[in-house]
């Protein structure tokens, strides 16, 4: 009796022992004794991407080779806001993350990424930086938090295809959103296809307004006596949700699925439904690569239609360093920013190499044009050196490149842009689901809530 | 031993050994606790790690500001304060109640309807059941996704189909006024399989002298399913109840792949908002708030229904 005692209690012993091991951490941490550290980095692209998987191996492989002490882990991860918060608590984030340009003044507002200003401005090119590129990516006293890549301003994307079928010119894309409301009532009555469409869920609504009250010539934040408040519910942001109205109802132009996120609306213009939506000219890789766009000669982007405003917004992904990285971490993670997203937008040898490995794979997308992360100068430079290697039809791509000169390139609200959005979607979601939306009292509650939140969130 | 040599008084010299019995009993005994708090440790520890703590830390949260690197900060009752004066919180509210209302009205039935139905079916009963558990073995993506296709304004199943009999076209999720039925009508598909089965098996219990001996008072369908099956099904048709209200409350999927909570918020739940305030705005302490007042509503809502129907599930 007694020996079965002990053996049952030696028994529960083990079992206990079993579950704190299955409970304890299996991280092995990101460091090692020899002095040498392992830098975990966002941005490896997935195993389907056969050219860009390359191209990241051999730039990390190139790395290493400059950074003696360093070793690079390549994530296929990106940010993920659900997953975000719970591995930065704890601790297991990446030390490098890749995030859109939606969320990086938010992560900067909340003490969650670190400054990389110092690391960044020991670099000889820091100061060759375009200065329009950064803004969205510091803070108001100047420190910078990230390096972006392939940095785009928004414009029209439109099926060439269709505006062929519709009696149109596609090489004449509209530039005003006069014409684009002409156009996309000749693409609806002549195809049947959805016209023109706007985004309108998950905060994207929001951001499509900012992007037509800038180019209405309106502003959606405005900063009085140090405080932000809202600076929306004027001319610019009404005429551009009655011209939307107009669109949906009276010309039944917009199509009959009203909610949607840019995912929705990528999905069925690479299918060929949709005539034109505002977005960038990288959405050529989301729809070729992600959903199977075939006949990617129909691509055509063109530059933000204008109201008034000659102004579009602009957008990227952005590297940052999350706030948990320690600091010998953080400075490797700087490099590697440096090395990977700010030097082949410099150095023509490395552009042309990155787009000669990306070009390997019929399935990539090379060249499709973005904005100058240094000066246009450069920019040139870096699209001589990749022109070997462009396996996109760049003609297509001239009404956007060729007039995006002539616009004010304006970054997103500098506070709170999401939860400005949240409340903007419902606007957009208003006039694209109620014929008898009132466009005026939509803005007034809309202006009143957004002012609310703005101040209880500066107090 | 008898009872005799129980009752005896034990001398001196047999007070020894059975004093060292009873110390070796008690030392065996200890050995057997010690053995079995040792086996309900892991589950302890499991338990505590992954639902008792997060519980305990996400009330702490409630009282916090964080950004979940630095310290955080104790700020009272801020966040309760923030949420309560959210315009939004009230929309969230009373979005979910019409949600756990219409599922009540739809959702709840029907399993009921289709399992009384299913239990007179002779032939191909297999075959039903497993027809009605299939959804329940889709994933909810796969689920909510073809069901868009279904709810397309313009090419989707529904308006082709009503369409055919001059109905249409609907706006389904498109329209305020229709989002939230919508959004009823999938998971009253996706989840019913489950209750059909527990409701079949539930019927399969009862006696059936107890039909027969209604049949033979004279009792028609109805009167049978209403004195005899229902009253039998009562602790089942219960526990289901306060299953499917709890759960309801907490609707999120639907809302969240479906419509993003819109149009105009005609779909935002409290879940949803929960969401939004932590993974969108960052207000971890506001979700954590939200959460807390969810929390206690329900253990409220639980207590007092399991205390009016204590008696009416006993019967």
């Given at each position: 009796m007694v020996r079965i005692s002990w053996f049952v209690l030696i028994a529960g012993c083990v079992a206990t022992a079993l579950t704190a091991a299955g409970c304890s951490s299996s991280a092995s941490g990101s460091g090692s004794g020899s002095g040498s550290i392992t830098l975990h980095v966002q941005g490896m692209p997935p195993a389907t991407d056969r050219a860009g998987t390359a191209q990241f191996q051999q730039m990390v492989a190139d790395f290493e080779k400059a950074n003696p002490g360093i070793k690079v882990q390549g994530s296929?991860?990106?940010?993920d806001p659900m997953t975000f918060s719970a591995k930065l608590a704890a601790r297991t984030v990446e030390d490098v993350i890749k995030v859109p340009l939606t969320e990086p003044q938010r992560l900067i507002a909340q003490g969650q990424v670190r400054s990389i200003t110092g690391q960044l401005q020991a670099w000889d090119h820091y100061k060759e930086f375009n200065p329009q590129i950064l803004a969205p990516l510091s803070d108001a006293g100047g420190q910078v938090y990230g390096v972006p890549q392939n940095p785009y301003a928004q414009g029209l994307m439109y099926n060439r295809a269709l505006f062929t079928a519709a009696g149109l010119d596609p090489d004449k894309p509209p530039t005003t959103w006069d014409q684009v409301r002409t156009d996309a009532a000749a693409i609806a009555k002549k195809?049947?296809?959805?016209g023109f469409v706007a985004e309108s869920k998950d905060n994207q609504g929001g951001w499509q307004l900012t992007m037509m009250t800038y180019a209405f010539g309106g502003d959606i934040e405005d900063k009085t006596g140090g405080k932000y408040v809202s600076a929306?519910?004027?001319?610019p942001t009404k005429d551009a949700l009655n011209l939307l109205k107009s669109m949906r109802?009276?010309?039944?132009?917009?199509?009959?699925?009203?909610?949607?996120n840019q995912t929705d609306v990528v999905k069925a213009f690479a299918a060929g439904q949709i005539g034109m939506f505002l977005g960038s000219p990288g959405t050529y890789r989301l729809a070729k690569?992600?959903?199977?766009?075939?006949?990617?000669?129909s691509f055509g982007a063109a530059a933000m239609p204008q109201a008034g405003g000659g102004a579009t917004l602009t957008g990227s992904d952005v590297y940052m360093v999350p706030k948990s990285v320690d600091a010998k971490h953080a400075d490797a993670a700087a490099k590697w920013l440096i090395f990977a997203y700010a030097l082949p937008a410099y150095d023509t040898t490395a552009a042309a190499e990155q787009a000669k490995t990306l070009a390997a794979d019929p399935k990539a997308a090379v060249g499709v044009p973005t904005l100058p992360v240094f000066d246009a100068a450069r920019q040139a430079q870096i699209a001589d050196a990749v022109k070997p290697y462009v396996n996109v039809d760049l003609s297509h791509f001239t009404p956007y490149s060729s007039s995006l000169a002539a616009l004010k390139l304006r970054p997103e609200p500098e506070f709170e842009a999401q939860k400005v959005y949240a409340v903007l979607d419902t606007v957009m979601q208003a006039v694209l689901t109620d014929k008898g939306a009132d466009v005026d009292s939509l803005l007034a509650a809309a202006h009143k809530s957004v002012d609310a939140t703005l101040s209880a969130d500066q107090k | 031993m008898s009872l005799l040599t129980q009752n005896r008084p034990p001398t001196a010299s047999r007070r020894r050994p059975l004093a060292g019995l009873a110390a070796r009993r008690r030392g065996l005994e200890t050995r057997r606790q010690i053995a079995g708090w040792l086996f309900l440790l892991p589950a302890l520890v499991i338990f505590g790690l992954f639902a008792w703590w997060p519980i305990v830390r996400g009330f702490t949260l409630a009282f916090q500001r964080t950004n979940l690197v630095d310290p955080a900060q104790w700020v009272g009752f801020d966040n309760f304060r923030a949420v309560l004066d959210d315009p939004l919180a009230a929309t969230a509210v009373k979005n979910t109640a019409i949600y756990v209302g219409l599922a009540l009205a739809i959702g709840f039935p029907a399993p009921l309807i289709l399992a009384s139905v299913m239990s007179t079916v002779r032939r191909g009963a297999g075959l039903y059941r497993f027809l009605v558990y299939l959804p329940v073995v889709i994933p909810p993506t796969v689920a909510i996704l073809l069901w868009k296709w279904f709810y397309?304004?313009?090419?989707g199943l529904f308006n082709s189909l009503l369409g055919k009999v001059g109905l249409g076209p609907y706006p389904w999720l498109d329209s305020p006024h229709t989002a939230l039925a919508s959004l009823v009508l999938e998971s009253t598909w996706a989840g019913m399989g489950g209750a059909v089965l527990i409701y079949l098996a539930a019927m399969a219990g009862i006696p059936g002298e107890l039909y027969e001996a209604a049949e033979m008072d004279g009792s028609g369908v109805w009167r049978r399913i209403w004195h005899v099956m229902l009253p039998q099904l009562r602790p089942v048709i219960g526990l289901l109840l306060l299953v499917q209200l709890i759960s309801t409350i907490q609707v999120f999927t639907e809302p969240y792949l479906f419509t993003g909570g819109g149009p105009q918020n005609a779909t935002m739940t409290v879940l949803l908002l929960i969401f939004r305030y932590a993974f969108q705005n960052g207000e971890y302490g506001q979700a954590a708030a939200l959460t807390t007042l969810m929390v206690l509503t329900l253990a409220v809502l639980s207590a007092v229904y399991l205390r009016a129907t204590r008696s009416w599930s006993r019967t």
């Open positions: 296929t991860n990106v940010y195809t049947g296809k959805a929306f519910d004027d001319a109802w009276s010309d039944n132009s917009m199509g009959a699925s009203q909610l949607n690569m992600t959903y199977g766009m075939t006949d990617t000669a | 397309d304004p313009g090419s």
